[in-house]
């Protein structure tokens, strides 16, 4: 289920519209990718982050790929960022799963059941 779980998250996050995002994910993923991006903060989320100016001398090369710490640490390195929480996208993501199954004929109260969300909630989503 993590599998199927991770693979949706990453469709997801190459057919996004960056706009929709809150302004940190919104520079993390011009920045790096949308899917380096969503490992950063799987990894990090909710912390705030020292970034350092040389690539080699952080922990973060075990978790990412070179090319996105390099251009983290070329943008960031030296400072510290609060890293936004993982759930800020998935609820993006979780939204956006809503409004297509909507669009398809699926109904709120069915929604609400595979979601874990009231019908009310559904209703607000889907505005």
């Not at 909710?46 to 080699?56: H, L, V």
């Amino acid at each position: 289920m993590q599998k199927k779980s991770n693979d949706l998250i990453k469709q997801y996050l190459l057919n996004t519209n960056v706009e929709t995002l809150p302004k940190q994910l919104k520079e993390l993923v011009e920045l790096i990718g949308p899917i380096d991006t969503y490992i950063f903060i799987s990894h990090y989320g909710g912390q705030i982050k020292y970034i350092a100016k040389n690539p080699s001398r952080t922990k973060m090369k075990h978790i990412m790929n070179e090319k996105a710490l390099k251009h983290l640490c070329a943008n960031y390195g030296g400072s510290t960022i609060e890293v936004p929480k993982q759930e800020h996208l998935e609820r993006q993501i979780r939204n956006k799963l809503i409004k297509n199954a909507s669009m398809k004929g699926i109904s709120r109260s069915q929604l609400a059941t595979q979601f874990n969300l009231s019908v009310r909630h559904i209703g607000n989503i889907k505005k």
